[in-house]
């Protein structure tokens, strides 16, 4: 069981818009700015694509958004293209003693 | 364009000491306040961080390894590498290296390498 909890898996058609969360406490997401996602297709790097909640990294596509309520972290894909299909998985800041946390992971399926 | 390779042993017998080298191109390890880091994934688990160590030597890990990593910087090689000591089967997992760029409020990872497989077992 990963430390941040994002749902398995999420589908949408091209063109929509989907969002994608990632669930943790105040002691990582609810208490610090400090949420990076990454995308992740099977084989290759990961790729950063928000980090601190919400800002992108130079050449990462405004299609992709992030955002924060309470203990939940968002990415928001809009237009969704085929080649967004991919995992993508959180990560936060933590105050404890382990420092950096992960999300499980959720499979974007691009219908 | 920055990249980062993994390189490892692929098999390691219990109770031995793993070591995993990450070689970085593109770019001079010894350039920019970044931090190299070590992160892995056990099949069917999510991402663990190991620990990272900066080009003076700054180094943080995951207190749930119980002081058995080590990350080195080798600025002649322009790699980094990992140990982890007293291996068990629960340390079988994907390595990977990345790279923090420093300029995230927290820690975030710009450039990954694509993963070695370590497998612990006699």
């Known amino acids: 069981q990963s430390a941040l909890t994002q749902p398995a898996s999420v589908s949408g058609s091209p063109g929509q818009s989907i969002t994608i969360s990632c669930t943790g406490t105040s002691s990582d997401i609810g208490g610090y700015n400090f949420v990076s996602w990454y995308q992740r297709h099977p084989g290759k790097a990961p790729k950063l694509m928000i980090y601190?909640?919400?800002s992108r990294p130079s050449g990462v596509s405004n299609r992709f958004s992030g955002s924060k309520s309470g203990n939940t972290a968002s990415l928001t894909i809009s237009g969704l293209q085929a080649e967004d299909e991919a995992d993508y998985c959180c990560?936060?800041?933590?105050?404890?003693?382990?420092?950096?946390?992960f999300g499980g992971g959720t499979k974007l399926t691009v219908l | 364009q920055v990249q980062l390779q993994e390189s490892g042993p692929g098999l390691v017998k219990p109770s031995e000491t793993l070591s995993v080298t990450c070689t970085v191109s593109g770019a001079s390890i010894s350039r920019g306040d970044y931090y190299w880091n070590w992160i892995r994934q056990p099949a069917g688990k999510g991402l663990e961080w190991i620990g990272r160590?900066?080009?003076?030597?700054?180094?943080k890990y995951n207190p749930s390894l119980k002081s058995r990593a080590t990350v080195l910087v080798d600025t002649s090689k322009n790699q980094f590498s990992l140990r982890l000591s007293s291996v068990t089967a629960a340390d079988t997992a994907v390595y990977y290296c990345?790279?923090?760029?420093?300029?995230?409020?927290?820690?975030?990872?710009?450039?990954w390498g694509q993963g070695t497989l370590v497998i612990v077992s006699s």
């Open positions: 990345a790279r923090d760029p420093g300029y995230c409020g927290g820690d975030c990872y710009d450039f």
């Open positions: 160590s900066d080009t003076r030597g700054s180094t």
């Open positions: 990560s936060s800041y933590t105050s404890t003693s382990t420092y950096i946390l």
């Open positions: 601190d909640v919400s």
